[in-house]
């Protein structure tokens, strides 16, 4: 099972530059979420997508879009991007039996210089 | 505003010592509490928790949840080395359409040999 499948695994950009993070899950998960994670700071809600077609702010959205594509596939673009967005991005899912629990990708360890 | 407050940050004990790690939380419309453990990567589930004075139990690990005063606590008893990780507590809750899922900053929990 591959569960909730994210790319890439590493990046690093110059300041200004944009990219997309792809993530993919096969559980048939209705929501999906997008986490960055920095020294001492836990695990922040950028934003999340709780059905296809609906995406909300977390509690740190600026500097961030996001599509949710199609009920598999939850993207996060970053369109300028700053040193400050250097972090750890994971993305997660949750949804069926077990609605409660969330599912994480591997993370992508990105770098602005 | 919705949070979560760990504590404490960061704890330091001996192999063989009892911990308890604490959680407390303001969220509109609870749904449920998680606990996960993270050690390298992502994050792993531990527990979740819906329901006042139930305790959850799984080998050394317990946790219960009180929904009253809006905390709760994870319990690691006869500590071992391999329970060195961060231990992240996160709660679910309703917002105006969709739920949201935020987490604490996480307790660093180091055991000493």
């Known amino acids: 099972n591959a569960g909730v499948t994210q790319t890439p695994k590493f990046q690093v950009l110059k300041t200004g530059q944009s990219m997309t993070l792809q993530c993919a899950q096969d559980?048939?998960?209705?929501?999906m979420y997008w986490y960055r994670q920095d020294p001492g700071m836990g695990l922040r809600l950028i934003y999340y997508?709780?059905?296809?077609?609906?995406?909300d702010k977390g509690e740190v959205p600026n500097g961030y879009n996001v599509s949710r594509l199609n009920k598999r596939e939850f993207s996060l673009r970053l369109e300028s991007a700053a040193p400050s967005q250097t972090s750890v991005y994971f993305c997660?899912?949750?949804?069926?039996?077990?609605?409660?629990?969330?599912?994480f990708g591997s993370g992508t360890q990105l770098s602005v210089l | 505003e919705d949070k979560v407050v760990q504590s404490p940050l960061s704890l330091v004990v001996h192999e063989g010592d009892t911990v308890t790690l604490n959680c407390s939380y303001e969220?509109?419309?609870?749904?449920?509490l998680l606990w996960y453990k993270q050690e390298k990567k992502a994050p792993t589930f531990l527990f979740m928790l819906?329901?006042?004075?139930i305790e959850k139990k799984s080998g050394r690990l317990s946790s219960i949840l009180d929904k009253k005063e809006l905390f709760s606590i994870l319990n690691i008893t006869a500590t071992q080395t391999g329970d060195s990780a961060v231990y992240l507590c996160?709660?679910?809750?309703?917002?105006?359409?969709?739920?949201?899922?935020?987490f604490g900053k996480g307790t660093r929990l180091h055991i000493l040999p």
């Open positions: 997660a899912s949750s949804g069926g039996r077990f609605r409660e629990k969330l599912f």
């Open positions: 559980m048939n998960h209705n929501s």
């Open positions: 997508s709780a059905s296809e077609g609906t995406t």
């Open positions: 969220v509109t419309n609870f749904r449920s």
């Open positions: 819906t329901s006042s004075g």
């Open positions: 996160a709660v679910e809750g309703m917002g105006h359409r969709d739920d949201k899922i935020i």
